[in-house]
């Protein structure tokens, strides 16, 4: 078997971070392996898990999903 597709969902929303969550258990490729619900916490979560695709709101409080990624592709430089 394959290895599991890790995946990460960062969003403030609670309902879209369960309809997401809801999804993806229906599939046996895909692995939850974090949630957050703020792009500071979600980029601290992606810079500790390493996640193989991160799922991720624009609009969200503490720091936008656009300053998180921006973050995240700047710490994965260094």
Not at 3 to 31: A, C, K, M, W
Not at 34 to 40: M, Q, T, V
Not at 59 to 64: K, Q
Request: glycine share 6%.
């Amino acid at each position: 078997m394959n290895t599991p597709i890790r995946i990460v969902i960062i969003d403030d929303h609670p309902i879209v971070r369960q309809g997401i969550r809801s999804l993806l258990s229906n599939y046996q490729e895909f692995t939850l392996i974090g949630e957050a619900d703020n792009g500071k916490d979600g980029f601290a979560l992606v810079i500790a898990k390493k996640p193989d695709i991160t799922l991720l709101d624009i609009s969200m409080p503490n720091e936008s999903g656009l300053e998180c990624i921006k973050n995240v592709s700047d710490e994965m430089l260094v």
